[in-house]
């Protein structure tokens, strides 16, 4: 009767958390409302007005970036007013959670009578993380991506159509293909051959009925990263994002990028390949999904939502180390610990760890798994001991707080970094210290610089006035990274005002230079503080 009642409790708190959650979506402005959702409903209303796909472009400067087929599949939503849709669209996000919670509830606890107490507690787990809340907030396809490849990875649909899901989800965003080679390593050769038929009839039909757009596609539309955006940004939790952030470019990236994805998605297809074979083919599809994650050019906060499942198995498992593992990934994806963390991260090493600890417990998940050595003890009944385990965990948490506390990595602390032209000095986001010459005078009098600091919620903002001293300013995110230099621009006659952002000045240092190069001041701590 208690676990009942706890049950109906825990599915009460995630009516609570969904409601809140949409209204909170409902209440932005409209141009932030859905932002994604309202992309697919512009781009299908614009497909259905005769205008090519891809020619597409949102008021918000978005384009759609999914295949052909995919259009087709969201098509309906063009007949629908707007309002509608977007309260039909988070009411099948958050059933949507719910059903991914059902399908992976059974596989983390085996005991029945625990099973919907478990599963009522992954949907609010799920519901609270980052992934599920950017699924809700930008209005995405990803959740529903998610749920298609994790039913028929796990092997829930019926015998005679299983892998088809996993070819339709990849006709419409083309990550979960990794699910075919997964079937195959794993010896569902009818599964990968179902999927492969199942994508290349959605491809055929979307070639059928769109035929321009699906030929700008498959010919180069597709390859084309820059349409979604800054790949470098701190949203971007794949390792392609990852090695752009610490710096790694040039001739050299794209064979370490390929190199490293070989290495992660061959260990993850191998340990995947195990659990599926001893029975386990939940954290066998999960595991996967993380590698989909890991591997792909760009994996946006609602593509995250594998690593969150990852999480329940280990928090689920037996033994200290693996299930304090879950709930180190667990707070990973439900905080945003770059931000949360910047005042103490006290090297760039460490702000770097922060910053990328998506990235990176989605990465420890494929090579480490979480998979054959948990399964293997839930199995046997086997647990560490209490002891051994906290000694395992204080092992490797130091081990890895010593590790990144001494690299000095530079730029992939502050991949936001933008410094602001003449084009948007209008701007009040970006300069705010005085908006008149009389103003910047006052404001800027007695000092060679004079700056005000300006923090957001993902981001801070510098904004100052320059005396005639002042040849140049240089900005270095963190050391040993090179200095960017930040334009001067003569607003105001006589006067010069310089704006731009960082993900983080904790480790900021400002710097202005005389014309013949020496340094008239610099700027650390009082960047950080304001």
Known sequence: ????????????????????????????????????????????????????????????????TYPPFAALVLSPIGLLPEGVLQLCWLALTCAAVAAIAVAVGGAVTPARHRRPLVVAAIA?????????????????????????????????????Y????????????????????????????RDAGRSVGAFLAAALVGA??????????????????????????????????MLLRVGADGDTFPLLWAGLVLVVCGVALLRARQLQLSGQPAPAAVLIGCATVAASPVSWTHHQIWPVLAAMFLVGAYGVARRVAGVAVLAAMVLSLGALLSSVSMTPGLQFLFENSRSLATIALCLAGFGGATVAAVAAGRR??????????????????????????????????????????????????????????AFGAGAPITFEVAAEKTKV??????????????????????????????????????????????????????????????????????
């Open 1 to 64: 009767m208690g676990s009942r009642r706890g049950t109906i409790a825990l599915w009460g708190v995630f009516a609570a958390i969904a409601a809140v959650s949409s209204m909170l979506v409902l209440r932005r402005p409209p141009w932030e409302r859905l932002s994604d959702l309202h992309i697919y409903y512009g781009a299908i209303r614009h497909l259905h007005a005769g205008q090519p796909l891809y020619e597409f472009v949102a008021e918000n400067g978005g384009p759609f």
């Open 208 to 241: 059928v009925v769109l035929p321009a757009d699906s030929w700008a596609f498959w010919t180069g539309t597709f390859l084309d990263t820059s349409r979604v955006g800054n790949l470098a940004s701190l949203g971007n939790q794949s390792l392609h994002g």
């Open 384 to 441: 560490t001991s209490t002891a051994r385990g906290w000694l395992r965990v204080g092992t490797a948490a130091v081990a890895v707080v010593a590790f990144f506390a001494v690299q000095p990595l530079p730029a992939g602390a502050d991949p936001t970094f933008k410094a602001y032209s003449m084009s948007d000095v209008h701007n009040p986001r970006y300069f705010f210290v005085c908006r008149s010459a009389a103003e910047c005078a």
């Open 124 to 160: 609010c787990a799920l519901m609270l993380s980052a992934p599920a809340q950017s699924n809700l907030r930008f209005g995405q396809v990803s959740i529903f991506i998610v749920l298609l490849a994790l039913v028929d990875g796990m092997g829930l649909t019926p015998a005679r």
């Open 162 to 189: 299983r892998g088809v899901l996993v070819g339709i989800a990849a006709a419409v965003k083309l990550t979960p293909l990794l699910f075919v080679v997964f079937f195959l390593v794993s010896r569902r050769w």
């Open 461 to 530: 903002r510098v904004n100052g006035v320059v005396d005639a001293t002042v040849a140049r300013l240089a900005y270095q995110s963190a050391p040993g990274g090179a200095a960017r230099t930040i334009p001067l621009l003569k607003v105001y006659p006589g006067q010069w005002l310089f704006s731009f952002r960082s993900a983080n000045l904790s480790h900021g240092r400002l710097t202005a230079y005389r014309a013949d190069g020496s340094p008239i001041a610099t700027y650390s701590e009082e960047l950080a503080v304001g």
